[in-house]
């Protein structure tokens, strides 16, 4: 068996792991690296015209050059979930390898959305995989998606059933026990494939330095409902702005707001893409409470509803990175001819991912807003990645033979392998920190 570290082993983005066992090969993750992009177009993200080999370049998507040699052995690209920096990626790459795309619904429905946003057409054949299923792959390959808990819907564990034993790839995941949306992680099912033997655990480890067990999503609707139904905001606007890909928190979002007795909007294309994916295969029960607005004449003219009668709606809308060209972000720079009056309520339900250019995006709007006298709650928000103590409860359920630490930066990786020798793992011998580029050969 050989693994190689493709993308996401030397950043937090481009996931991208390769799992060769005899003559064949699994994909796990085609993501996306978004700030080298931003950095090489400006503010402009759209990805038309960009080949994959400048992609590569720019270091946007994994060089799978790498793996040049293995390309006619690969047999499926199995995806974990729908987040870019896991599937960003496919529309690029997947149409050099002749083989399916796997995915759980969600997740493959969110895909073809992008493709079809982005007009591409991939002669690849897609196969849906609902949670906790298998699926034969070729007379000695399984997949098994097992369903977990993460910060987007129908997140899966690649369970890889090989004729050399269990490979398990685990990004991204949380150990929740009281989801808003969704079922908690099958802790059964790990069990048992730990009883019966994993070879291999390739596992994110973005939390692994923080001593954390991270909490439910449960506690992030508590923070919102706290804000949301005990701050006084009679006769102010509501804005609540989130990742368009948190249903779960999109839901609870929903929710105060009928407490309330507030209608929600949501604008922005990205949140339409999301919600319009998760709804048309039946995972959006608040769907036909909300309006969606995604095109410029139906934001403004929402707006303009709102600015007459600020407290009869929520406004659940982009901008949590403080995206340029957000709808926060076009408010703020008065584009949309509404402005926030004083009092005016602006939840932040998310957190500043930590890269410099979201930090900067992040401060200019959270200024050009508190110079608008609106009132900001920020970080209320629970992560969707497990903490340290989650990574430990979770090795230990799966008893994997080999570690390797994935998604992350050298130092999270460190910390997760330093976690391993705690647990009794050996640094080479069963811990294996990987770059970028690096194979692993496991007998
Ligand atoms: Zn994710």
């Not at 400048?54 to 995806?79: H, N, S």
């Not at 496919?90 to 493709?115: D, H, M, N, W």
Request: hydrophobic share 40%; proline share 4%.
């Amino acid at each position: 068996m050989e693994i190689c570290a493709v993308g996401g082993y030397s950043e937090v983005g481009k996931n991208f792991t390769a799992i060769k066992v005899g003559d064949e090969v699994v994909i796990c993750d085609m993501g996306i690296f978004l700030p080298p992009l931003i950095n090489y177009q400006g503010e402009d993200t759209e990805l038309r015209g960009l080949s994959s080999d400048q992609l590569i370049k720019i270091g946007a998507v994994a060089d799978d050059t790498i793996i040049a040699e293995w390309k006619p052995k690969v047999r499926a690209i199995v995806l974990s979930h729908a987040h870019l920096d896991h599937i960003g990626a496919v529309q690029f790459l997947a149409a050099k390898y002749r083989c399916p795309v796997y995915g759980t619904p969600f997740t493959i429905e969110l895909l073809k959305s992008l493709l079809a946003d982005e007009k591409v057409r991939l002669p690849n054949e897609f196969k849906v995989l609902n949670p906790n299923s298998t699926a034969k792959i070729s007379n000695t390959l399984k997949l098994e998606l097992l369903g977990i808990t993460h910060s987007t819907l129908q997140a899966s564990l690649i369970v890889l059933h090989t004729k050399e034993g269990v490979v398990i790839y685990a990004n991204d995941f949380k150990l929740d026990n009281h989801p808003v949306l969704g079922k908690k992680p099958n802790y059964e099912r790990m069990r048992q494939l730990g009883k019966d033997g994993v070879k291999c655990l390739i596992c994110e480890s973005l939390y692994a330095s923080v001593d954390v067990k991270t909490p439910s999503e449960k506690v992030a609707r508590e923070l919102l409902k706290d804000v949301m139904l005990t701050v006084d905001t009679k006769d102010r606007a509501i804005f609540v702005t989130t990742f368009a890909s948190h249903i779960a928190r999109i839901a609870s979002v929903v929710d105060f707001a009928k407490k309330l007795g507030r209608k929600v909007i949501i604008l922005g294309r990205s949140m339409n893409k999301y919600l319009g994916a998760a709804n048309k295969i039946g995972l959006v029960p608040f769907f036909k409470d909300v309006k969606i607005c995604s095109y410029q004449g139906e934001v403004r003219k929402a707006l303009k509803e709102l600015s007459q009668n600020r407290g009869k709606y929520v406004v659940v809308c982009t901008g949590s990175q403080g995206e340029p060209h957000s709808i926060l972000d076009r408010i703020a720079e008065g584009d949309l001819k509404f402005s926030f009056l004083e009092g005016d309520v602006i939840v932040f339900s998310c957190k500043t991912i930590p890269q410099p250019m979201n930090i900067a995006n992040r401060k200019v709007l959270e200024d050009k807003l508190r110079r608008m006298k609106a009132r900001l709650f920020i970080d209320i928000h629970v992560s969707g990645h497990a903490g340290r103590e989650d990574l430990r409860d979770f090795i230990a359920m799966l008893k994997p033979k080999h570690l390797i630490p994935a998604h992350g930066e050298s130092q999270m990786e460190s910390a997760l392998a330093d976690l391993g020798v705690e647990m009794g793992y050996i640094v080479g011998e069963s811990v294996h920190q990987m770059k970028d580029g690096q194979r692993l050969k496991i007998e």
